[in-house]
């Protein structure tokens, strides 16, 4: 079952990423988004009275000023319930949700050969805030929610979570 998560799911979501994230201490930044009032949708996927997965949207803009697109980040599934189409699900009710708020378009940094079966392509258009390696280049993706939406050429204008370089590098 995939829904909104509470304030109370926080102590079991922020459990959730030392196991599914062995190297990255994604619990920092986790944190600061659910503390954000506004603009951050945290699903969380429950399964045999436990939380099995976690995902967050943060709605950022295609340039200061420009429209509201969506960061999708990060993403976690408990390692005992990966490869159960856990993540998958998280990530198309999401998709759901923004396109029903008007949210044309999303992002993403990660791997394309997971992220590329929900659509997702190299972003050409928006920058990251930081820039990323070369290499990296073809983790940054992103796709339309709402047919025939182009976004402007721009630089991704996100809140003060993610203006963390550190969350944008190696
Ligand atoms: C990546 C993750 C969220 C996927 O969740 P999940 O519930 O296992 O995913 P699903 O069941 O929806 O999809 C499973 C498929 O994704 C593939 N997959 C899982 N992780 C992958 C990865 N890192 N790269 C490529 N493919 C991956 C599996 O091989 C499987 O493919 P198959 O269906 O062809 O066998 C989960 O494995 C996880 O939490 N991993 C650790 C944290 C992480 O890397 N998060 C992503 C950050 S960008």
């Given at each position: 079952m995939i829904r909104t998560a509470e304030s109370d799911d926080l102590p079991a979501i922020l459990a959730l990423y030392p196991r599914a994230f062995?190297?990255?201490?994604?619990r920092p930044v986790v944190e600061a988004l659910a503390k954000l009032p506004h603009g951050v949708l945290s699903l969380v996927a429950q399964a045999d009275g436990g939380l099995a997965g976690h995902v967050m949207f943060t709605t950022c803009a295609?340039?200061?000023?420009?429209p509201a697109v969506g960061l999708l980040a990060p993403l976690c599934v408990a390692p005992e319930r990966q490869r159960q189409g856990i993540g998958g699900q998280l990530v198309r009710e999401g998709f759901a949700r923004l396109a029903a708020d008007g949210i044309a378009y999303v992002l993403v940094l990660g791997d394309p050969d997971y992220?590329?079966?929900?659509?997702f392509q190299q972003e050409r258009r928006i920058s990251t805030p930081y820039e990323l390696?070369?290499?990296?280049?073809?983790?940054w993706q992103g796709q339309s929610l709402i047919e025939g939406f182009i976004p402007p050429v721009s630089t991704l204008d996100v809140p003060a979570p993610w203006r963390q370089p550190s969350l944008w590098l190696p």
């Open positions: 062995a190297e990255e201490d994604l295609a340039g200061q000023g420009g992220y590329g079966r929900f659509g390696p070369p290499e990296w280049s073809p983790g």
